[in-house]
């Protein structure tokens, strides 16, 4: 678990943006579907809390991102879909914000409110959806990282190690982008 | 968990689903409140609060650590339509809640009547502000602790727990009625759901963002409650948090967005016989209970070992990312 | 069916002595109006310029053909409001309970309870009756179902529902008056005398929406409920509240009054309400469980 002790939010660099942007969007798509389902089959009490909010979608934008993840609490379970952009799209509200802002809210490292009291994270639409797809994966307790690597299965190792590298480079840059703040204040 | 002695107050935390209420203990609460999945808490947001069956498996987990589960059924029940509101009562005595949290009158008299076991503690939202009032309660129901309105001085405080024979427990962080709680109908005359009988200010359903040249306007039904340019740190879309024009000025007539912090007035809150106090926010995440049951945890441990207090930030926290201390120092009127 | 009565509520603004014994003179002479609620309820610190002229006025009401009952205050806190209530359960008209402080008082006394506690149900109507509650004034948000229901649930008690008149929507420890003035409450130096009907507040995009008077706020509409006055007493609503606004008030209480004895149709009389209050907007959506800021046409 990376450790994050304030609710300062570290944004991509452009260069992931321009990285990703060619990317085919199909892998992503079943793989994100896959690890939905992982995650709602270890907490089934999450579509639950979101009676009352069927076919009520809503867009996941990471602004650091080019990529939009739609959800939509559907029939008992949850539907997932991964676009571009908006186009013609009819989502009823939207959650925009840095990536790490919104996984962080899934792993409860971040408070919403309080991310949202500080402009980190703009709602749009539907803020009723919103709030309900906010507390339900907030009580759920999703740990996303490790819901990512059981999905992985047998490719799981050499992936956690890359990803243990990973996260040692952003907490190193997490640390470093603390005391340069602290070093202006 | 540490142990809770006679001196020392009670750390009573907020939870708005099962995983906040475990937070909320693990971090250091004494005791946890949170409501039924229904109208009949004052917090019936969307995805929030506990079924039957989490209810009873949180007071076990609670009962486990020695912590206590306060259950808020602080709403007024409905004309014509109690069902829900007894039901609730019920459930929170079959289940061995340590306490429920009324403000309703038919409901005190209900619970006292119907449940004479079980303790009964007066909700802010009965706005029991004297010590009139509270022995009124007190007298007619057996009220065994009185959240106290969020509109008294310090000194005033010590005065009416010092006229009273039940505990009292005060607000300490967060979210900030500015009006009088329970005796507000700002929010449904903006929208028509009421505080008192929905359990729900400002209700999302009826919240709106909007992009307007730069700035964010927020709306409440059908009116405008707030623009704030990009700079400004924002609150939440309650009436009592807008900005609004008169013929005199223009901006946040009744408060601005800020959140309370008492952790300051700590030692004077002991020193005036209060018992508890109370931590705001059902509406938020795990990681803000874990931020603000933490700290407290921390400061009550120093003010009961004489310490002085290692008051960290939670600024960043809070609404508008400032504090107060609020109706406790008399200026504030 | 039996009459139902029309009641003037306390005046909740602070008005120049001059106004205020002006209007009660009138009120005696002219309106045609059951009872009438007289007292300071909104902020304890006002209530000093009239009290000495209070006996006269209550007599004047009373030889009026007036019923006079006491109102208390909304939310006192301090010692000296606690022995104002203790001095006016002493009184010899009845008192209107505003805050739960007052009823110890009174020790079982018949009383009013005023629309500042909290009866949403008939459980709380019949806990509150047992103790002495003859009148219940009922919180100005309640929706038509739920009136019915305590009506129906205490047949007892009289049943009054606020039918005119900014509604009061909330009450604060906080003068938003003095706020506003850059002062705060302990010197205030009355500035919310300049405003007899209430400061306007008005939206950014500017809507009028609000009105400020000392703590309490207020809706900028006026509650206006004379198209629903048959239903009220078909309900079994007792008595009808006109809350003292700045607008000809006797000529208020005439045209309910006319409605009520069917003299009047309802549509002729909210063309009549208009012209006597013509710049404030009317709204009765608390009763037909809506926005209370809007206005619903039957």
New interface residues.
Partial sequence: MLQRTSQHVLRLPGIVAWVVRPLPLLPLQVALERLLAGILERHPDLVDRLSGFERRRVAICPSDVPVIIVLEPRDGTMILRVERILDGETVAARICGPLFALIGLVDGDYDGDALFFSRDLIVEGDIEAVLALRNAVDNAGVDLFGEALATLGPYAMPFSRAAQSIAHLWTALHTNARHNREAAQ | MTAIDAQSLELVCPAGTPAALRTAIDAGADAVYCGFRDETNARNFPGLNFSRDEMRASIDYAHARGAKVLIAINTFARAGDPGPWRHAIDDASALAADAVILADIGLLSYAARTHPGLRLHLSVQAAAASSAAITYYEKAFGVKRVVLPRVLSLAEIALVTRSISCETETFAFGGLCVMTEGRCSLSSYATGKSPNINGVCSPASHVSYRADSGSLVSRLGDFTINRFTPDQPVGYPTLCKGRFKTTVGEGYLFEEPVSLDARPLLPGLKKAGVRAIKIEGRQRSRAYIKAVVSAFRESLDALNGGRPDPIDSLALMTEGQTVTAGAYKKAWR | MSRISLTLGPVLFNWSIDRWSDFYARIADEAPIDIVYIGEVVCSKRQPFFSGMLPDVIERLERGGKSVILSSL??????R??RY?AALADASQMVEVN???????LDGRPHAIGP?I???????????ADGGARRIVL????PM??????AAAAPETDIEVWAFGR?P????????H????GR???SCQFVCENDPDG?????????K??A?NGVQ?L?HSYCNLICETRQLRDIGVSALRLSPQTCDMVAVSRVFRDVLDDHCDPEHALRLLRTIAPDTAFSN??VH??????YVME
């Fill in positions: 909304a939310l006192p806190t301090l010692e409001e606690l209530c805050d739960v402080s007052m009823i110890p008082y500042f909290n009866v949403y149900n008939e459980a709380t109507a019949l806990f509150l919180p100005p948000e309640l179902p739920s009136i019915a229901a305590i509604i929507l909330a009450v604060s420890a906080r003068c938003y003095a706020r506003l003035h705060t409450k302990d400061l306007r507040v008005d939206t950014l995009d500017d809507e929406f609000l400020i706020t809706s959506g608390f469980n809506t926005d209370g800021a809007l």
